[in-house]
């Protein structure tokens, strides 16, 4: 478990910032698909 604490803290803010930013095209992206899975 200390793995998964020790990766989460090597990551910056703006990692996670990004990541969040991105969410909304993402969504998009899957609604177009109808859920289906896409790379």
């Known amino acids: 478990q200390k793995w998964v ?3 989460i803290a ?3 803010r703006s990692f996670y ?3 969040i930013a991105m ?3 993402r969504w ?3 609604a177009a698909n ?3 899975y896409f790379d």
């Open 17 to 19: 910032r990004r990541g």
């Open 10 to 12: 090597s990551k910056d």
């Open 34 to 36: 109808d859920g289906k």
């Open 5 to 7: 604490s020790d990766g």
């Open 23 to 25: 969410l909304p095209e």
């Open 28 to 30: 998009e992206r899957v």
